[in-house]
């Protein structure tokens, strides 16, 4: 999720200030991706600069309030019609740090394999802890931010599960004595005649 598109949801209920904007992403997504107050604000002058947001005059606390433009209402509608492709999500670490285990000399992929599913496990009995924990009609966002995290923790344990079966089948080509390649590929050659 885009912190611009976040940002320009919460304004459409209606006008807020930069920590009362942090603070209801944070409750919206369930504190699962906390925001920098920093970025509140970069990602709001980013806003109205492209004229999807205005700044209104500051309060007597000195906070300064924003609202949403037609032009970004725009922009959220579309955001919202317009499907997530997977090109668009970061790169999946976990895969990667998998793929380069298997090819860096002197690491154990099994083990790897097997910390990532323990963390995994874990983290998926402390969201589903955390579903049950409150059923109050105002946590549905919450809840259902959690579920895609359970949903995740559990496909990426099936993941696992995967490249473990693929480990266990995985047989690596024989290595040749250096000094005897040639011997052993005519060796292979006569054999299949």
């Excluded at 740090?97 to 790897?112: M, N």
Aim: glycine share 6%; proline share 6%; hydrophobic share 35%.
């Amino acid at each position: 999720m885009s912190i611009r598109h976040g940002l320009l949801a919460l304004l459409e209920r209606g006008q807020m200030y930069g920590y009362q904007l942090r603070s209801a992403f944070e409750e919206s997504t369930g504190s699962t991706w906390p925001l920098n107050i920093g970025q509140v604000y970069t990602t709001l002058a980013r806003l109205e600069r492209d004229g999807l947001v205005r700044s209104l005059p500051e309060s007597d606390g000195g906070q300064r309030p924003y609202e949403i433009t037609d032009a970004g209402r725009a922009d959220l509608a579309l955001w919202f019609a317009t499907p997530i492709s997977r090109a668009d999500r970061p790169r999946d670490e976990l895969s990667i740090k998998l793929a380069l285990a298997l090819t860096t000399p002197g690491v154990d992929v099994r083990s790897v394999v097997q910390t990532q599913r323990s963390a995994t496990m874990r983290a998926l009995q402390e969201f589903t802890r955390l579903k049950y924990a409150s059923d109050k009609p105002e946590d549905l966002p919450w809840r259902l931010v959690l579920d895609a995290m359970i949903f995740q923790a559990e496909a990426e344990v099936r993941w696992l599960d995967h490249c473990e079966t693929s480990l266990v089948r995985h047989r690596p080509a024989p290595s040749r004595p250096a000094s005897q390649p040639e011997a052993v590929d005519r060796a292979d050659e006569t054999a299949r005649r």
